[in-house]
């Protein structure tokens, strides 16, 4: 049996699935792209719930949208199913290996090491002329066993396939923070030495949440490739990761709900300053998190909070 | 939850409502601008180019602008422009063409300077049937890489600054048996290194690379870099620098006197000749990615460009102001050779048809769309050497090298005509 909770999800999904119908392009692929970056906020999150701040999810934000760009360009498939797998592969293998590096690293440490993977990425890409060095290259429209899911002229493959994988991912990730595993998080946070003395290697947890954090990236990166239609190193350069940081403060890490909207929200706020003030844009999102952190140092999702409070 | 959701869902009913309001207004003609507002390209390129686009809008709207483009606005329906900062990357960039098309119904794009955003709006061009002019971007790849109905480029691509470059070097430096690069490392700068050291190869057998350097882009010391092209001396040092990075490297090169005995070509040099001019050493060799500038041949049309740039602004125009305004300049006359009568503006497909190989006058000469199946432009490109003369800069040893002799031939790729020994160039 389904729970509530489960039923709304579901249904939300089902609702978007089929707002996309009527809803403006514009809309749509916006929210995919959100929805991209929010899964990679997701995985943050779940580290920074451990304490950890990762300033280099930019690299399997990257890692996966190169994986999918020359996957499908080297084997010339646009099967969304198997894209998507290449990513998640991409990112396991890759987090495999820097996550046993990583993993014995704290604080100021972690965020730097792991900004400086990312930057290794973009150094790579940025000299690899057959990749196409800083300028990137492009990357085919996915489809589904070669239905492209196109609606008046719209394609709907990629917004679909993220709003699905978003609520697979926040169901699955939610499942986790409620188990025995996802909560010693928050006490690793708190006080590593107790976590050691109960008898659970701190290492290990922290090696899991860097190798889930880094799938959701890379699933977050081959969903932008395949919406978006080009790559760049940019999504490995420290900018891009210190948005998805920038996003995580701004939506908190109170529930896997919260960057996914966050997302969302960022990219309308971020959007609609740009078309308000071309000249000032950076600057109405900087006093949009500035304000966010002085009145809400919870992030935005501490609201449901207040609301909830306020109903009793 | 549930709030946030109907907040979501009221936000993208407003947004929904906006856009169809801004559907029907159809008695202004909306050209959706988007150049460098902010960040290291908006200085040398982005903001000039605004200025010009502003200019040329203001003027087409007041009808003084002179033959052949003296008819109001476009077509006859007043141009409202609209702007966006092309910061942000190309992800951004996807996402803002869509906006402005969807929600804010521009009619036609004008824009990019990045190679990159170049590579990857076309693709969302073509899928909303959007006529998109790129105006100043050189990546030869556009157009190599794919075929597009609905974009088109109005500057030619960087392949010729560097053949231009190469043919200039072995034609006018005497002794030459060395040349050295520095070059930012990215794109442009490699692909800037690679295109002049190959065609150099073609021209001139024998010359030595004596060493090649790629700072970070925006770097601003070149200390190390100064160093390595000192010890490695070269009659020529090439370098496709722009804004900042080329003035911090034009003062600190001169400071250690490395211009004494090397000649610099800088391809790029003429977006800051006016702006930094007593950096510039003597005998600089200086490029302008085109006719553009102090290269742009004599016309009605370039004089009274010059007048009221200079009148508005207080300064000449450079390279990419020539680029925004052809761009707008060629935009202008396939949308009224495509409309049957004055006031319509014409649908997009018959606008792009309209396009297709259109040749036109622009203040820097002819503008001729041969390559890319007749949506590439094609140009003349020019190189000179620095002069003051009573503190002024001044061209002398102006080469002009014709548009098939820098150039190659419509469905060529640039890297694979450079290596073929320029197949098929005709030089005047």
Do not use: I, M, W
């Given at each position: 049996m389904l729970s509530k909770n489960q039923i709304f999800v579901v249904a939300a999904a089902a609702l978007m699935i089929l707002a996309g119908l009527v809803m403006p392009y514009w809309f749509s692929f916006l929210v995919t792209v959100a929805l991209a970056k929010g899964l990679v906020v997701l995985g943050l999150v779940i580290l920074m719930r451990a304490g950890l701040v990762s300033f280099g999810q930019g690299l399997y934000y990257c890692a996966g949208a190169y994986a999918v760009g020359a996957f499908s360009d080297y084997f010339?498939?646009?099967n969304v199913l198997l894209l998507v797998l290449v990513a998640i592969v991409c990112g396991l293998v890759i987090s495999s290996i820097v996550g046993l590096l990583l993993s014995r690293y704290r604080d100021i440490f972690f965020a730097m090491f792991s900004m400086a993977f990312s930057m290794i990425l973009y150094g790579v890409l940025v000299k690899s002329a057959a990749l196409g060095s800083s300028d990137g290259f492009n990357v085919t429209k996915p489809s589904l066993f070669g239905w492209a899911a196109e609606f008046n002229g719209t394609n709907l493959l990629s917004y679909w396939v993220a709003i699905i994988l978003a609520c697979v991912a926040g169901a699955i990730i939610w499942r986790y923070m409620r188990s025995p595993m996802g909560m010693t998080g928050e006490a690793i946070r708190e006080n590593e030495i107790r976590v050691e003395y109960l008898g659970v290697s701190v290492q290990k947890i922290i090696y899991i949440k860097y190798i889930i954090a880094a799938v959701l990236a890379s699933v977050g990166g081959s969903i932008t490739a395949m919406t978006v239609g080009h790559i760049d190193p940019e999504m490995a350069y420290w900018t891009t990761s210190g948005e998805f940081v920038f996003i995580a403060l701004m939506a908190?890490?109170?529930?896997?709900a919260a960057p996914l909207i966050g997302a969302v929200i960022f990219e309308l706020m971020r959007t609609f300053a740009f078309q308000l003030s071309p000249y000032t844009w950076q600057m109405i999102l900087g006093i949009a998190l500035l304000s966010i952190i002085i009145f809400l140092p919870n992030g935005l999702w501490s609201l449901t909070d207040k609301f909830k409070k306020g109903a009793n | 939850m549930l709030k946030t959701i109907s907040k979501m869902a009221v936000y993208g009913a407003v947004a929904f409502g906006a856009l169809t309001a801004t559907a029907q207004a159809a008695d202004e003609y909306k050209l959706g601008l988007v150049t460098f507002?902010?960040?290291?390209?908006?200085?040398?390129f982005g903001v000039p180019a605004k200025n010009g686009a502003d200019l040329l809008v203001d003027a087409l709207n007041a009808g003084t602008v002179p033959a052949p483009y003296?008819?109001?606005?476009i077509n006859g329906v007043k141009i409202n422009p609209v702007y966006v900062d092309e910061a942000g990357g190309a992800t951004k960039q996807v996402s803002e063409y869509r906006n402005l098309v969807?929600?804010?119904?521009?009619n036609a794009v004008v824009g990019y300077i990045s190679s990159g955003d170049c590579l990857a709006v076309p693709g969302v061009a073509e899928e909303m049937k959007k006529v998109t002019v790129l105006f100043d971007?050189?990546?030869?790849?556009v157009f190599e890489e794919a075929d597009y109905k609905f974009v088109f480029r109005t500057a030619a691509t960087a392949t010729m600054d560097n053949v231009g470059a190469a043919r200039y070097i072995a034609e006018k430096?005497?002794?030459?048996a060395s040349v050295s690069g520095i070059n930012q490392n990215y794109s442009f700068g490699h692909d800037s290194w690679n295109d002049f050291t190959t065609s150099l190869e073609q021209i001139?057998?024998?010359?030595?690379?004596s060493t090649k350097q790629f700072p970070k882009i925006?770097?601003?010391?070149y200390g190390a870099e100064v160093s390595a092209l000192m010890v490695n001396p070269a009659e020529v040092v090439h370098s496709s620098f722009w804004g900042g990075d080329m003035e911090a490297f034009l003062l600190q090169g001169a400071a250690r006197g490395l211009f004494e005995d090397q000649k610099v070509l800088l391809t790029?040099?003429?977006?800051a000749l006016y702006k930094f001019a007593d950096n510039f050493p003597e005998g600089a060799i200086v490029g302008?990615?085109?006719?553009?500038?102090?290269?742009a041949p004599k016309s009605e049309l370039n004089d009274w460009f010059v007048k009221e740039y200079e009148a508005r602004y207080g300064t000449k125009p450079t390279y990419p102001v020539y680029h925004m305004v052809q761009a707008i300049m060629g935009l202008k006359l396939a949308t009224e050779k495509a409309?049957?009568?004055?006031?319509e503006i014409p649908t997009d497909e018959a606008v792009a048809g309209a396009f297709e190989y259109l040749e036109f006058d622009s203040p820097a000469g002819k503008i001729a769309m041969t390559n890319g199946n007749g949506h590439q432009a094609v140009q003349e490109m020019v190189f000179g050497q620095v002069s003051k003369e009573n503190g002024e800069v001044v061209m002398k040893d102006v080469v002009r090298y014709a548009p098939s002799c820098v150039n190659p031939p419509n469905g060529v790729k640039a890297a694979d005509w450079i290596a073929s020994g320029f197949e098929g160039a005709v030089c005047n």
């Open positions: 010339q498939t646009d908190g890490t109170g529930h896997v | 507002l902010s960040g290291g390209a908006a200085g040398p003296n008819k109001v606005g969807e929600r804010q119904g521009v971007c050189g990546t030869p790849r430096v005497g002794g030459l001139k057998k024998g010359v030595d690379v925006y770097a601003g010391q790029c040099g003429e977006s302008a990615r085109g006719p553009n500038g102090v290269f409309a049957a009568n004055a006031g």
